[in-house]
């Protein structure tokens, strides 16, 4: 893997470097356009409606259009913002696990720890897993503002990126508004549909199966000779280092207190929670296992 975005994780006084990695990729066959009469490539180009010439990526600025004025925005522009400059994922928070809407989840990346000591990556690890809480961090990718949130799968560090709320729809449906009579008879015998489903989820066990018939596919009209040349039709193609964390303990001390010292001038009410006061975890019952 190749990682694409380096920088600090950082919680209080606490510099954890890391690299970041895209967790998940794509395994959809690639396909082009063609020309159903000779097979010729479908090329897209970008031509400008005022002289109808085609402009090249390095002459090709962004804009917003509000319906009657236009505003370009240059590379310049986008360099310029904070957001875009800051190489930091700021912890802002930390939640219960459960508070986290499913429906929010969007984009997942790995994190690696980026210095000879994992030490403090490790004790982040932990301290998560022990309090069967996620981090809620903002940070900098692409141009954009992330909100997304940080929790442990094996033993790595996993950040996914979350909606805005705003993003969020809401979902008002009226039928749903209507009252609906449902028998105890009717839900015993859904719970019993139910109960004959139920298995431990095992991802593996599921394939695509379209992507494996198109695979097959492809492969047999290769086999049959209906291909042709691809460059003979289609032409040629063309186409911070983070630091150490120094004195761990002091930084974590100093963290707290700062922390404390801020709920008290903020007088918000705020119960601070006991460094070893671990919140009581919902054990999750086994789904049973379908009669053979």
């Not at 929790?151 to 809401?170: F, H, I, K, M, P």
């Not at 963290?255 to 801020?262: G, L, P």
Request: glycine fraction near 4%.
């Amino acid at each position: 893997m190749r990682a694409i975005w380096k920088g600090a994780l950082t919680f209080g006084l606490v510099n954890v470097p890391v690299k970041v990695y895209s967790a998940t990729e794509d395994h959809d066959v690639s396909l082009h356009q063609v020309h159903a009469a000779d097979g010729g490539r479908i090329r897209y180009q970008r031509i400008c409606e005022i002289d109808g010439e085609v402009v090249p990526y390095a002459d090709i600025d962004k804009a917003y259009d509000d319906g009657e004025r236009t505003v370009v925005l240059t590379s310049d522009d986008f360099a310029a913002l904070p957001s875009e400059r800051s190489r930091e994922i700021e912890v802002v928070e930390f939640v219960p696990t459960e508070q986290i809407d499913l429906l929010t989840l969007d984009k997942a990346y790995y994190l690696e720890p980026d210095s000879k000591s994992p030490k403090a990556y490790v004790l982040l690890r932990q301290t998560l897993e022990q309090t069967d809480r996620t981090a809620i961090v903002r940070f900098a990718l692409r141009q954009k503002t992330r909100l997304a949130a940080l929790r442990v799968r094996g033993d790595v560090l996993v950040l996914q990126t979350l909606l805005w709320a705003d993003e969020v729809r809401e979902a008002s449906f009226p039928v749903l508004d209507e009252p609906v009579k449902i028998s105890s008879k009717e839900l015993e015998l859904s719970a019993s549909l139910v109960d004959s489903f139920s298995s431990d989820f095992d991802p593996a066990e599921f394939t695509d199966e379209y992507q494996q018939e198109l695979r097959t596919l492809i492969e047999a009209k290769l086999e049959k000779g209906d291909a042709f040349d691809t460059a003979e039709t289609f032409g040629e193609k063309t186409d911070a280092a983070g630091g150490e964390v120094i004195d761990l303990m002091e930084a974590l001390r100093a963290s707290v207190e700062k922390s404390r010292a801020a709920r008290a001038d903020s007088g918000s009410g705020k119960k601070d929670v006991a460094a070893d006061e671990k919140p009581a975890a919902t054990k999750k019952k086994p789904a049973k296992k379908k009669a053979s």
